[in-house]
């Protein structure tokens, strides 16, 4: 089992800034992506980033170049630097844990989540 807890949410202005935090505790394997996803109200839940026990990182269009996703492997721990934030990246963001196993070409995995925390961005 995997635990995950966010912090870092709040009510912010357009064009502020906010940092997440995601701490991870238990069966963590070598092998694992960490990341952010949110689901703005009304809407289905959307990558928003990701980044590998190797450190590659992938980004959703939206938030390329606003937003940078980093770890501290040591301390199972990711973050999500948000800058220049907008209106539309109002949701809940949740942090994900996906432990891989196998192959490195078709690994198995399991998806573990946080609880989520709200960000709002006023106009």
């Known amino acids: 089992q995997v635990q995950l807890v966010e912090s870092g949410g709040g009510l912010v202005q357009a064009g502020g800034s906010l940092r997440l935090t995601c701490v991870a505790s238990g069966s963590i394997f070598s092998m694992n992506v960490m990341g952010w996803y949110r689901q703005p109200p009304g809407k289905q839940r959307e990558l928003v980033a990701t980044i590998t026990s190797g450190g590659s990182t992938n980004y959703a269009d939206s938030v390329k170049g606003r937003f940078a996703v980093s770890r501290d492997s040591v301390k199972n721990t990711v973050y999500l630097q948000m800058n220049s934030l907008e209106p539309e990246d109002t949701a809940i963001y949740y942090c994900?844990?996906?432990?891989?196993?196998?192959?490195?070409?078709?690994?198995?995995?399991?998806?573990?989540w946080g609880q989520g925390t709200q960000v709002t961005v006023s106009s």
């Open positions: 994900n844990l996906e432990n891989r196993w196998g192959l490195l070409s078709a690994p198995k995995h399991y998806d573990y």
